[in-house]
Structure formats: structure tokens, C-alpha cells
């Protein structure tokens, strides 16, 4: 069974700093890309950043480009988002997601629809 756990949201200040965990289990985790995408009230889920499985590939939305990182610990079965400089317009809810494939240059990888299992989210709330 796999099962996804996000942890680490909360609410800071603008210009502050936030790091997401992601809990993996259930499946080969160091075999599959990740990713993590964020939704807001009243908008469609976005893909924030992507991660291959050994962690030497990654990606980002230009909206987080060089204020988040994404990485991996395969030994830990966890991946994290690191948040920083946020802004009022990262609020949202955050989830972790399991991608379908091996090879993070297949398909998009900020396409939810490539990805088959999801974590319930952590609220990431950032006021001015």
C-alpha cells in the first residue's frame, strides 16, 4: 500500500523560510520520480518543482526558480521542498506526489496526471 505524508507547512511572514518533508512508503521509493505541486483556493493544482529518482535531475516552476529546492533522501524514503523568500503568493496547500515513470525526461513533469498517488498536503500560509 502506498501511502504519502507531507509535514512542515505552516504560517510565516513574508521573506521568511519553511521546509516541507514528504514520508514515503509502500514502494520501491529510489526507483520512481517525485514531484511536489501546490493548489490555492479557487485555482488548479501546480506543478512547483520535480526530482528524478537518484536526485541528480530536478525542476522547477519559474514562479519558485531559486527560492525553492527539491531533494531527496532515498536511504530515508523522504523527499523535501525547501521554501525560501516566500512570498503572500505561495500560499497554498502543498503535496507530494509519486510520479509513473523511472525516467524524469519522459512526458512533463509538471503534468498532475503523470503522477499515481498523492499525499493528503500541508498548508503553507505566508502573510505580508
Known amino acids: 500500500q502506498v501511502t504519502l505524508v507531507e509535514s512542515g507547512g505552516g504560517s510565516v511572514q513574508a521573506g521568511g523560510s519553511l521546509r516541507l518533508s514528504c514520508a514515503a512508503s509502500?514502494?520501491?521509493?529510489?526507483?520512481?520520480?517525485m514531484g511536489w505541486f501546490r493548489q490555492a483556493p479557487g485555482k488548479e493544482r501546480e506543478g512547483v518543482a520535480g526530482i528524478s529518482p537518484g536526485g541528480s535531475i530536478t525542476s522547477y516552476a519559474d514562479s519558485v526558480k531559486g527560492r525553492f529546492t527539491i531533494s531527496r533522501d532515498n536511504a530515508k524514503n523522504t523527499l523535501y521542498l525547501q521554501l525560501n523568500s516566500l512570498k503572500p503568493s505561495d500560499t497554498a496547500m502543498y503535496y507530494c506526489a509519486k510520479r509513473r515513470v523511472y525516467d524524469f525526461n519522459s512526458g512533463s513533469w509538471s503534468n498532475p496526471y503523470e503522477y499515481d498517488y498523492w499525499g493528503q498536503g500541508t498548508q503553507v500560509t505566508v502573510s505580508s
Open positions: 509502500g514502494y520501491p521509493y529510489s526507483s520512481y520520480c
